[in-house]
């Protein structure tokens, strides 16, 4: 909106110029999300412990010690990140960029999906809410939808196509099938946040690292003389996706304020299916899919260890791990939730570097 209001000034005042830099503008939304989610924090809040006087329903079956140490603490704290996220992007990106759209009706779809499944949650107090049927129908409705959008604003061949990293220029075409893959990697990504979030500030961190991997991700293809240079795929328009990656780290920052342990509110499935439904859309629209996988190769280990341990007890009606998600099983080996989460944002660091190296290996 602002980028949208001042452009046309840009060269008469060198002041709104600043607004046609989008690193600039990536920043403003950093700190305008930020602030956002700081001052409404408190009242949110306020409100979300006003109609869950219990808090998130408690798994029975779950680590025995949350039933004492997570009891009563208010979910659909992701709320707040969907506020300032979506607030700070309407307010700092180009919204006559089509990518800018597709992006946030999956982010904004899957987080209301998300608020219905912790709505049911909370007033019916038990952990179903939305059944499973339902819930995979709803993501992959909106994934199509999304993963379609971003295949008509993009210009062949890269429309339809799936980029390989480390090979230089490679892609393998898709055709109608593109849509369908789209589709997967949203809806894998958004689940496997989900998956992850279980722990005070376990899942927000890496979301954050792997939205600032792909804001420079999203700079870098849409910029097509360091996209040459680079020898990696160009994406028209994909450099406004930095500033809404930019607006998630500053809402994630200000979640994080309120969700570091103790708790004072999670985020529930309002923030993970959103955060995660996000990723893959950025994802999908730079034409970095695969290295979303590595980037958030701590997401995929705790989703193979739930399909594993699922999988492995419906075969032998052994499991393979204490408990799962991974994470489970490392506090019922008896390690701090502290040390697991620091550890697991380690993880998620190193992966990062991992992931940023493909630009530069050709």
């Not at 969907?82 to 992006?103: E, I, Y």
């Not at 490679?170 to 992850?196: D, E, Q, R, Y």
């Not at 700079?219 to 328009?237: E, K, T």
């Not at 499935?269 to 996000?278: K, P, Q, R």
Request: proline share 4%; with cysteine.
């Amino acid at each position: 909106m602002i980028f949208n209001l001042f452009a046309p000034f840009a060269e008469d005042f060198a002041l709104f110029n600043l607004v046609r830099y989008t690193t600039f503008r990536a920043g403003a939304a950093c700190l305008t999300a930020l602030v956002f989610s700081l001052a409404l924090g408190p009242a949110v809040i306020r409100w979300l412990r006003g109609f869950q006087r219990g808090g998130q329903p408690i798994r029975v079956d779950g680590p025995q010690s949350h039933l004492i140490t997570k009891k009563g603490t208010p979910t659909m704290g992701g709320l707040l990140i969907l506020l300032a996220m979506v607030l700070a992007t309407l307010l700092w990106a180009d919204l006559r960029n089509g990518l800018v759209w597709a992006t946030l009706l999956v982010t904004v779809g899957y987080g209301l999906l998300g608020f219905a499944d912790d709505w049911l949650k909370v007033t019916k107090r038990n952990t179903k809410g939305v059944s499973g049927r339902m819930k995979l129908l709803a993501q992959g409705g909106i994934g199509l939808i999304g993963a379609l959008w971003i295949m008509w604003v993009q210009p062949a061949p890269i429309a339809t196509a799936l980029a390989l990293p480390v090979f230089k220029g490679a892609l393998i075409p898709l055709g109608l099938f593109f849509p369908l893959v789209g589709m997967l990697v949203m809806m894998g990504a958004s689940n496997a946040v989900n998956l992850t979030d279980g722990l005070d500030g376990l899942a927000i961190v890496p979301a954050m690292i792997a939205a600032g991997v792909f804001a420079l991700i999203a700079y870098l293809v849409g910029n097509r003389v360091l996209a040459d240079y680079l020898q990696i795929i160009a994406v028209p328009g994909a450099n406004e996706l930095a500033v809404f990656c930019a607006a998630l780290i500053g809402a994630g920052l200000g979640f994080l304020w309120f969700n570091a342990p103790p708790a004072a509110v999670f985020m529930g499935d309002t923030g993970s299916l959103s955060l995660g439904g996000a990723l893959g859309a950025v994802a999908v629209a730079t034409k970095h899919e695969i290295v979303l996988a590595i980037v958030g190769g701590l997401f995929v280990v705790e989703t193979v260890s739930v399909i594993i341990q699922v999988f492995w007890y419906k075969r032998t009606g052994r499991r393979v791990f204490l408990m799962a998600p991974l994470h489970h099983h490392f506090e019922k080996k008896g390690w701090a939730e502290a040390t697991i989460v620091i550890r697991f944002w380690i993880i998620a660091m190193v992966l990062a570097l991992v992931g940023l190296s493909t630009l530069k290996i050709r």
